[in-house]
C-alpha cells in the first residue's frame, strides 16, 4: 500500500509557499544531515525491536514526514554522495569509493546542488566527510616512499615528505559550489589533518600505522588506512568538532539570505568511538551508544536552527549513504539487535539492508507533521525536488534521474507509483530494479556482504539457484521467497527497463 497517513490539502504551489511555508516569501534554508552505515532499523521510530534510543531523529520524524521506503543509489560511500548532489544514478560514471588520495568523482561538465543554490544567492556549506576526491595530483611529489603490511598485503603508503601540504587544495568542495568546507576529509584514510576550504589547517609530520592511534577503537577494530597524519591525531575529536562548526556555522548566517548546509557524518561508520560520555546510553553495545550519539548530533544542529529563529522556515532531511557495516551481523547475536530491521542485507549489498535507509525530512507549514509515507523515493530525488522548491531551473543533461517529490511532501496520494521505476547498485554489473511491489535481480544473490551462517539460521534465510531474482516486497519484504520462474513476462518486463535506464542518458522524461 503506498500512503501517507495523514495529509495536508494545499495544491496550489506559490501559495502554499508564500502562506505555509516560507517568511514572507522568502527561499527556505536547506539543511541536509547524512550519516554513514546507518541501517533503517537503527532509528527507534521505525524499528519496534530497536536496542538503541534515537530521541532528536525520533521527534524529528514526528514533525515531518518519515518515509518507510527511502533508499540511498550505491551500498557504498562515495557512490551515494555523488548521486545525492547530483541527482543522477552513480552507475552512469563509476561504482567505487573514492580512496584517500583519489581524485576526484566528479568531472568537468556535472551540475550539483550546491553550484544551483550558490548561483542563486545561497549561502553554501559542507561540513563533515567529503570522500568525493580532490585533485591531489597537484600536490603528489614523489610516488609513494612507504610500505606497511595491512590486510595480509604489503602496501604503498605516502609519507608526509611526498605530499606539498602548503599550496591551495582543489577539485573539493569549494570546486562544486560551497562557500565554506571544514572537514577531515573520510576519517578512515589518510591524511589525518584538518581540512578549511581549500587548506590543510597543519603539516602532517607522522605516519599512523593501521589501527594505529593512541586510544582502542570501542568496536571492530579502527579500520583506519596507514598514511600521513598530524602529531596526536585523535580521531575521538573528529565527531565533536564536525558538531560544533556546524551549529557555529548555523548560528552565523543572516536571515536575509537563504543558506544550504550539507552535513555528512563519519559516523556511526566504522571506527565505532563514541565518546565517553555516550557509553552505555544504548542496549546495543558501542555501535549502538554511537549511533546514540549521531541522534545526539543532529539535535544539536536542530537545536541551533531554533535557536536562531530559522527553524520556520527550514527544510531540514535526515538520511544515510547506506546500510549498516558487516558488524551488525555479530551485534544482531550479541544484543538481538537488527540494524537493518527487517530488510535483508547490510552495507554493500543490493539487497534492501543496503540501500533501504532512514528517510525523514521536515517543513513546517508545508509537510504536516506525523506523516508517514510507504512511497518509494531515492536521494536522487532531491535535487529536482529542491529545483521545484526554489524556482531554479535544472540546466539541459543535469539531475537526469531525479524525481519532482514537492506534491508527495505537500499530502497527494497516487495510485501509482510516483517513480517509475528505481535502481539499486554497487558493484559493475549486478543491479536491482524496483517497480511498484515488484523487486527484479539480475544475478542469483545480492549479498556482497558475505552473510554467516548462525545469522542466516537466525534469520531463516536460504540461498537462490535462479539466474536472477524477483520479490513482492508488499508480502516479503525479507526477500526469503524467490518468484523469478512464477513469473517470467514480468521478469522480463523488468529486465526490459533496466535495460533501457542503463542504455539511456536518463530516466526521467522531462
Known sequence: MRAISRFISCFVFPACLLLAGSIEGSKPNIVIIYADDMGFGDLNCQNPESKIPTPHLDKLASEGMRFTDGHS???????????????????R????????????????????????????????????????GWDWKEHIKNPPSQERTYWDKKRPVYAPEDIDWTTPLTGGPLDWGFDYYFGDGTINFPPYVWVENDRFLDSPTVIVEFDGFAREAKEGGWDSRPGPAVEGWDPYQVLPTLTRKSVEWIEAQDKKKPFFLYFPLPSPHMPVIPNDEFDGKSEAGAYGDFVYQSDWVAGQVLKALKRKGFEKNTIVIFTADNGAEQIAFDRAQNYGHFSSGQFRGLKRDIWEGGHRVPFIVKWPGVIEAGTVSDEVVSQIDIM???????????????AQDSYNLLPLWKGNVYKKPLREATVQNTRKDQYALRKGKWLYMNESSGEISKMPDFYKQLRNYKDFETEGLLFDLEKDPGQRTNLYDKYPELVKEMENTLSRYRESDSSVAR
Open 73 to 91: 543509489s550505491s551500498g557504498i560511500c562515495s557512490p551515494s554522495r555523488f548521486a545525492l548532489l547530483t541527482g543522477q544514478y552513480h552507475w
Open 93 to 132: 560514471r563509476r561504482h567505487g569509493i573514492v580512496g584517500g588520495f583519489g581524485e576526484s568523482f566528479f568531472t568537468e561538465g556535472d551540475v550539483t546542488l550546491p553550484q544551483l543554490l550558490n548561483d542563486n544567492g545561497y549561502a553554501t556549506a559542507c561540513i563533515g566527510k567529503w570522500h568525493l
Open 384 to 398: 529536482a525536488t529542491v529545483s521545484e522548491i526554489t524556482g531554479i531551473e535544472l540546466p539541459e543533461g543535469s
